[in-house]
Nanobody, 122 residues
Framework: QVQLVESGGGAVKTGGSLRLSCVVS????????MTWFRQVPGTEREGVAT???????AYADSLKGRFTISVDNAKNTLFLQMNNLKPEDTATYYC????????????????WGQGTQVTVSS
């Protein structure tokens, strides 16, 4: 049984930083991919950043340069370092794992965490 648990969200001021974590329990097969998504109420879930089993990364165009995705395989933990946060980054952030045909398509993922809230104020 695979389970993902996010943590690290909170309330920060514009320009601040947060580091989100996603701990994976259970075993994932070889060549899995992990991705961070975010969602604002009333909008579609948006892909943020992704990393494959070989450590290759990709980001949403609007976020590249501010966010960094990484993984610590020894600790079974995925991270999202978020710098220079803006009010429009306010959302619930989710981690997901699976074997998607398109890396930032939320409908292609099998395993999901429960989400962690990020709120950025001026």
């Amino acid at each position: 049984q695979v389970q993902l648990v996010e943590s690290g969200g909170g309330a920060v001021k514009t320009g601040g930083s947060l580091r989100l974590s996603c701990v994976v329990s259970g075993s994932l097969p070889r060549n899995h991919r992990m991705t961070w998504f975010r969602q604002v109420p009333g909008t579609e879930r948006e892909g943020v950043a992704t990393i494959d089993s070989e450590g290759r990364t990709a980001y949403a165009d609007s976020l590249k340069g501010r966010f960094t995705i990484s993984v610590d395989n020894a600790k079974n933990t995925l991270f999202l370092q978020m710098n220079n946060l803006k009010p429009e980054d306010t959302a619930t952030y989710y981690c997901a794992a699976g074997y998607p045909s398109r890396s930032l398509d939320s409908t292609d993922y099998t395993y999901w965490g429960q989400g962690t809230q990020v709120t950025v104020s001026s």
